[in-house]
C-alpha cells in the first residue's frame, strides 16, 4: 500500500484489509457470546456502514436478522436544529435486541439524534457496534458497546468511508496526508 490521491487530497495507508477483518472477527464473537438467544435484529446505517455490515454478519453465528436504513438530516422549520429521521426501518423493535452497525462515531451528532427515536418504540436493549470511533472529536455523548478502533481526530478514507462520493471502495483504511 502507498499513498494514494482522492480528488485534490492525499492520504496515507492507515489500517490494514487484514487487521480490519481480524478486529470484526473478534467483535462478532463478542456479539456471538453475548447475545446468544437474543435473536437481534442489526440494523446497519447507510451508506458508511455497508462493508463493516456485510463482513460483520458473515461471522455471526447465532440467529440473526439485519435491516438496512438510512439517516436523512433536514433543518427543523423553526430554531429547533437539525431533525434527524430514518428510511427502511419495517421492523417493530418493541422488546426485541438491536444492535445498531456504525462505519464510525465521530462528533456522535448522528446518534445521539437518532437514539431516541429508535428507543421510543421500547427495544429490550439497544446496543451500539462501531467499527471507528474518534474521541477527541465527539461533543455528544454516546455509549458504544462493541467498537473496532479508537482513532485520532483525522480524517478518515476508505472501507466504507468517502471523501466527496469517492473511497468507499477500498479494502483498507487511509488517513489523511496534512
Ligand atoms: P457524527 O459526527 O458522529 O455524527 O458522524 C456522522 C457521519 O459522518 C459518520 O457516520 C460518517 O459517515 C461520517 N464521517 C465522520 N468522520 C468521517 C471520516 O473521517 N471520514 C469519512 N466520513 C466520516
Ligand atoms: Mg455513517
Do not use: C, W
Not at 83 to 93: C, P, Q, R, W, Y
Amino acid at each position: 500500500m502507498s499513498i494514494i490521491t482522492v480528488h485534490d487530497k492525499q492520504f496515507q495507508p492507515y489500517i490494514t484489509a487484514a487487521d480490519i477483518q481480524q478486529r470484526i472477527a473478534q467483535m462478532a464473537s463478542e456479539i456471538n457470546r453475548d447475545l446468544q438467544g437474543k435473536r437481534p435484529l442489526f440494523i446497519a446505517i447507510l451508506n458508511g456502514s455497508f462493508m463493516f455490515a456485510g463482513d460483520m454478519f458473515k461471522h455471526i453465528t447465532i440467529d440473526a436478522e439485519i435491516s438496512f436504513i438510512k439517516l436523512v438530516s433536514y433543518k427543523g422549520t423553526k430554531s429547533t436544529g437539525n431533525v434527524i429521521t430514518s428510511i427502511g426501518l419495517d421492523e417493530d423493535l418493541y422488546g426485541r435486541t438491536v444492535v445498531i452497525l456504525e462505519d464510525i462515531v465521530d462528533t456522535g451528532k448522528t446518534l445521539s439524534m437518532f437514539l431516541p427515536q429508535l428507543e421510543h418504540q421500547q427495544p429490550e436493549q439497544l446496543l451500539i457496534a462501531s467499527l471507528l470511533h474518534k474521541p477527541d472529536a465527539q461533543t455528544h455523548p454516546v455509549k458504544i458497546d462493541y467498537l473496532g478502533f479508537s482513532v485520532p481526530n483525522k480524517f478518515l478514507l476508505g472501507y466504507g468511508l468517502d471523501y466527496d462520493g469517492l473511497g468507499r471502495n477500498l479494502p483498507e483504511i487511509y488517513q489523511l496526508v496534512d
